[in-house]
């Protein structure tokens, strides 16, 4: 597979270019997350009534499983539905974006986006 086409980094004023998936350049990796408010309620983050029902969809879906763990080998139940591909990097709510986790999962999936931006 050919290597992939430097772009220009996303963030605006920036100069470098990248072929980093998330379209950041090394000094801006991670800029999407500073579009997270954490000071608002989950209905103003978009988290509302409608995710509900996406989520009641999507964990039955799974049967409630966490799909990390059974991809391990291990059965935990799964309380959170997570982003494959997070909402700042362009993912949506489709439902083959969507995938069902158990809370420390989450939590380490959610920490390691923010660390590397992906």
């Known amino acids: 597979m050919p290597p992939r086409t430097p772009k220009a980094c996303r963030c605006r ?16 990796k991670g800029e999407n997350w500073k579009n ?8 103003q ?3 509302g009534s409608h995710w509900d029902a996406i989520k009641k969809r999507i964990l039955k879906r799974d049967n409630g499983l966490c799909q990390l763990c059974l991809q391990r080998g291990a059965i935990t139940a799964a309380t959170c539905v997570d982003h494959i591909t997070p909402i700042a990097h ?7 974006n969507l995938q069902s986790l158990c ?13 590397t931006g992906r």
Do not use: L, V
């Open 13 to 28: 004023g920036c100069r470098n270019t990248t072929t980093d998936s998330s379209g950041f350049c090394d000094a801006h």
């Open 36 to 43: 997270y408010k954490p000071g608002q309620n989950r209905h």
């Open 45 to 47: 983050r978009g988290y």
């Open 90 to 96: 362009g993912g949506g709510d489709s439902a083959d």
């Open 103 to 115: 809370a420390p999962c989450h939590r380490a999936k959610t920490a390691r986006e923010r660390r």
